[in-house]
């Protein structure tokens, strides 16, 4: 079966400090991968997709960046992070041939940056 | 444009149906989702329908598609407490891309 998994669950970081965040998908191959940011009581907020290695969309510009590095691994970075930054930030992939789309949230990452 | 409008809160008493609304923009969407992300935690696909379907029912879940309106809505039988989350109503435009417009999401409280 497919997991998917996130770390760290929590980060509390200072304004202008660097940022990784790691995603890994197990159980499948080629998949369609995501990086969202929920804020606070609001919804989804599309950052990032990625349809194969190497292979980065980004949806918002912004200080983030996002690389895959291998086909199951999706790094989400920063170089100096804003207050702004803080939210939850959730992982998602969807198989890359199925017709429905459906994707498959990670647990996320709660970034609190002060 | 693609949009996705969902209300914010909804309360409903313990045993009674709960019924979460949501409106879609783009008409070629082929899948519509709903999610479901309890407190801290990531969100759980709960059931999807196609385009060409006008009603799914899953257990204590219905789902009715007016494709005319474009309108989804998730009703929940015999709500219980543990129902209580936020429910995210979603669609695939059928653009041939892979990205899933989410709306903001429905906080859903139950009342025993």
């Known amino acids: 079966s497919q997991t998917i998994h996130q770390w760290p669950a929590t980060l509390v970081q200072p304004v202008g400090s660097p940022l990784s965040l790691e995603c890994t998908v197990e159980?499948?191959?080629?998949?369609?991968l995501y990086w969202y940011r929920q804020a606070a009581g609001r919804g989804l907020q599309l950052l990032f997709y990625?349809?194969?290695?190497?292979?980065i969309s980004s949806e918002v510009p912004q200080n983030l960046s996002a690389s895959r590095p291998q086909d199951r691994q999706f790094i989400l970075s920063s170089k100096k992070l804003l207050l702004s930054d803080s939210g939850f930030y959730l992982c998602?992939?969807?198989?890359?041939?199925?017709?429905?789309?459906?994707?498959?949230f990670g647990p996320g990452t709660r970034l609190l940056v002060l | 444009g693609e949009d996705v409008e969902q209300s914010l809160f909804l309360s409903v008493r313990e045993g009674d149906s709960s019924v979460i609304n949501c409106t879609y923009t783009?008409?070629?969407?082929?899948?519509l989702y709903w999610y479901k992300q309890e407190p801290g935690a990531g969100l759980q696909l709960l059931t999807y329908?196609?385009?060409?379907?006008d009603m799914k029912q899953d257990q204590r879940l219905t789902v009715l598609l007016n494709k005319k309106d474009k309108h989804l809505s998730l009703r929940i039988a015999d709500t219980q407490t543990g129902d209580s989350a936020i429910y995210f109503c979603?669609?695939?435009?059928?653009?041939?891309?892979?990205?899933?417009?989410f709306g903001a999401g429905t906080r859903l409280f139950v009342k025993a």
């Open positions: 998602a992939w969807s198989p890359g041939v199925e017709v429905s789309k459906t994707q498959y």
């Open positions: 159980g499948t191959s080629n998949p369609n």
């Open positions: 990625s349809v194969g290695i190497g292979q």
């Open positions: 783009d008409s070629s969407s082929t899948y």
């Open positions: 329908i196609f385009s060409n379907m």
């Open positions: 979603a669609e695939t435009p059928n653009t041939g891309g892979f990205k899933t417009i």
